[in-house]
């Protein structure tokens, strides 16, 4: 029993100092002397910057992908034009492998 109570007082205590911990940021806010909308306001204009600065990033990517796709585009479509020149360069040699075969039998 007295071990249960000792836990119990143990949580309690860790569950205090939890909650104090938690409020020292906002007591750090209200004793600083700062007025709380000068805080507000330093955290939008962070805000502001960093946001700025990840949809300049995004942007780049974008291009980046655009590039790229175009890229592969091109590729695809040079790929197709080598399977059709490949496909008329085994027709035409098979054409003139039997061609020249008939002639050789003769």
């Known amino acids: 029993m007295v071990a249960t109570l000792e836990q119990e007082i143990r949580l309690l205590k ?3 100092v939890d909650q104090m911990n938690a409020a020292k940021g906002y007591e750090t806010l ?8 000068e ?7 962070k805000y502001k910057k960093e946001k700025g600065e990840c949809d300049k990033s995004i942007a780049e990517l974008d291009a980046d992908c655009h590039k790229i796709r175009a890229k592969n585009n091109t590729m695809v ?21 039997d061609k020249h ?3 050789y039998q003769k």
């Open 14 to 16: 860790a569950a205090e």
């Open 39 to 45: 805080h507000f306001l330093i955290l939008k204009n």
């Open 77 to 97: 479509k040079q790929i197709e034009q080598k399977k059709k020149e490949q496909k008329e360069f085994i027709e035409n040699f098979l054409r003139l492998r």
């Open 30 to 37: 209200l004793r600083d002397g700062i007025p709380l909308n």
């Open 101 to 103: 075969e008939v002639d």
